[in-house]
């Protein structure tokens, strides 16, 4: 096992009508800033909610932070927050709202130019030079309700960067499962995806001694294939939307990458696919990582049948045919999920997206992506082809 | 699943050579009280680790915590933190050590009489009212490293009781798998299946919907099943050391119980053999629970089936098989692990054992234990008779 440090101090606050709680969770005589997103909590019931849960605090909204949240939207919070003396945030929303949050967080008492923060993918790790915020969680899929780290796009220049530290963990993040009740079908599937290869990511590398981390990604991932098809069609059933919150969140919570090594090229390459043909990020990872998969079969063969065997229960005479067997169950899981693995599926322009992915990749300097660097720009290649 | 609020905010710090990093996580220009035992850190080494690290730091020592650490011992360190200023505990040790830190810390700022932070089981959740402290984890079995509870027994009384509170955890936990190189077998035997109660604890009640959290637990118990008995032979091999330590903290950490029903009656009685007749805590646990378990057969007999399934991959044409071979199974697996599981095999005179602690439990009003209070006195009769 490798050495590791985990620390992880947000308040989880778990369950039906636990927003009522922000009445004791948010500082008194503070003001607050409310953050949301596009406006579906004023739809699905959430704003009132929070709200009702708020009433006799000083509140200044902010709304229309949008999906891959952009740095020129967060700055106007930045300057409400600093002209305002705003001493608490409030994310209320998914992924972005929150992510969204983190870099306000990070911005306000910043000195210099905040957008520093993104360019030099800094490391905040002081509290004293943050704002303070808490979430309500409003879709499961990132995990960013209880981790430290955002994703945030410049638009100016188009890049989406990177960020995070220790300052930057809610200080708590309420999750409701009935919040799963309004969404549409495409986010829940969206959601389940994304959770799913935050977890692969994480445990899909090399066989190796943490055994009991591989038995807790095998948890997350055995209960997201049992759960996953059903909360898509049946959102309203408790049972399937409590385990689909929880799963998220713990796939990406920080617990699982604990003492193994990771891969993540998955992601990498599926930023590319969305910055190029604007394809969920969700759908992009379903995109390329079988065939990552399929390519990188000689290094991965091994943790595949673990994989196969554990998750799937599959049976078979080699490891290469368990390994085999269990990247096809995979896409067949993808495709239950409503996910179109294959590029041409999903955009109408794909026949130079390798060229332009690899040239962009060798452009950044990047000779080698995932676990052990062994993913070249040749491989990254064949992965995008192999997934027209 | 039950609605639940996870908050750890221990620095959990694990692998080779961590103790070097004392030098950064406890406080400058503090002075520090080092906590420690029976002494068995000058005989490996961590002693002179530790204060290597802490060269140039102010400290004071403070030895001779025993094992079920006494109220009488630790007022003499609150006394001295008192008269000395003492601004920060670092603990050494065991879960002894660590639970008694935790109630020095609780009690050098506690306005009248210490005693009732024990007496009222209070929960102490105000970090403006604690000393803060980290620890040096030596010997993995009780989760007390990374959870904010405590117990303590007050000499006079011959009385062992918890407290605990949000104000309680360890500022960090350094976790160094090398150390159970040098363990007594027994201690190895004893940690292993006070970690393995522990999740039964808190998984082995009846068959619900949370779903992820049944496989986490099992993800832990499989993996002290496969490491268990060869860890006791082989300390020295890192893979099966880590894989250990790691299982006990996770073990009692806060996350397995998140939004599940728990136990606890095995603890419960467990503790009054440990306190008539000085058995091992650990092997009182192993005389108790799988009689409880018979005893409780109807209503455990679902969950047993599955844990049966999953853990030990049992196959059979009934719950009740599955069931009763999952019973055979751990009674197996806590021989291999060392464990005597008669209580006429760990004491000479036992045979008034169940009309004693039925009278104790009758006087204390405890009218059911368990998940679902219906481990009543005639059923906790039957358990330890059971048991001789």
């Given at each position: 096992?490798?050495?590791?440090?985990?620390?992880?101090?947000?308040?989880?606050?778990?369950?039906?009508?636990?927003?009522?709680?922000?009445?004791?969770?948010?500082?008194?005589?503070?003001?607050?800033?409310?953050?949301?997103?596009?406006?579906s909590i004023f739809k699905n019931g959430i704003y009132d909610q929070v709200k009702t849960a708020l009433?006799?605090?000083?509140?200044?909204?902010?709304?229309?932070?949008?999906?891959?949240?952009?740095?020129?939207?967060?700055?106007?919070?930045?300057?409400?927050?600093?002209?305002?003396?705003?001493?608490?945030?409030?994310?209320?929303?998914?992924?972005?709202?929150?992510?969204?949050?983190?870099?306000?967080?990070?911005?306000?008492?910043?000195?210099?130019?905040?957008?520093?923060?993104?360019?030099?993918?800094?490391s905040i790790k002081d509290i004293s030079q943050v704002i303070p915020f808490g979430t309500v969680l409003t879709l499961?899929?990132?995990g960013s309700e209880m981790n430290s780290g955002s994703v945030i796009t410049i638009?100016?220049?188009?890049?989406?960067?990177?960020?995070?530290?220790?300052?930057?963990?809610?200080?708590?993040?309420?999750?409701?499962?009935?919040?799963?009740?309004?969404?549409?079908?495409?986010?829940?599937?969206n959601?389940?995806?994304?959770?799913?290869?935050?977890?692969?990511?994480?445990?899909?590398?090399?066989?190796?001694?943490?055994?009991?981390?591989d038995r807790i990604a095998e948890s997350?991932?055995?209960?997201?294939?049992?759960?996953?098809p059903s909360v898509v069609e049946n959102p309203t059933d408790y049972k399937l939307a409590s385990n689909y919150?929880?799963?998220?969140?713990?796939?990406?919570?920080?617990l699982l990458n604990k003492g193994v090594p990771t891969d993540w090229a998955t992601h990498m390459?599926?930023?590319?696919?969305?910055?190029?043909?604007e394809i969920d990020h969700a759908r992009s990872l379903a995109i390329i990582g079988p065939n990552l998969y399929r390519v990188m079969f000689d290094t991965k063969k091994d943790k595949l049948a673990q994989y196969g065997e554990r998750v799937f229960g599959i049976q078979g005479n080699s490891v290469e045919e368990k390994a085999e067997k269990a990247i096809e169950k995979t896409v067949d899981f993808l495709h239950k999920m409503g996910m179109l693995t294959k590029l041409s599926e999903n955009t109408a322009n794909y026949e130079n997206t390798a060229d332009f992915i690899v040239a962009r990749f060798e452009e950044r300097g990047w000779k080698g992506l995932g676990e052990q660097q062994n993913v070249t720009p040749e491989k990254v290649r064949e992965i995008v082809e192999m997934s027209y």
């Open positions: 096992m490798l050495n590791f440090e985990l620390y992880n101090p947000t308040n989880y606050v778990f369950g039906k009508e636990q927003i009522t709680k922000l009445t004791d969770l948010v500082p008194k005589n503070t003001k607050i800033l409310l953050a949301y997103g596009g406006g009433s006799g605090f000083e509140i200044v909204e902010f709304g229309g932070i949008e999906p891959n949240p952009r740095y020129e939207t967060l700055m106007n919070a930045v300057e409400i927050i600093r002209a305002q003396n705003i001493g608490f945030i409030l994310a209320v929303g998914g992924g972005s709202v929150i992510d969204g949050v983190k870099f306000i967080s990070a911005a306000v008492k910043f000195e210099g130019n905040p957008m520093e923060i993104l360019k030099k993918r800094m499961p899929a990132t638009n100016e220049t188009q890049e989406k960067l990177a960020f995070g530290g220790s300052a930057l963990f809610p200080k708590f993040s309420i999750c409701d499962p009935t919040v799963i009740e309004s969404l549409p079908k495409r986010q829940i599937q959601g389940v995806v994304d959770a799913f290869t935050h977890v692969m990511e994480q445990y899909l590398t090399y066989t190796h001694d943490a055994l009991l981390q997350i991932l055995q209960t997201l294939v049992e759960i996953g919150m929880w799963c998220a969140t713990m796939a990406l919570n920080g390459i599926g930023h590319e696919l969305t910055a190029l043909y």
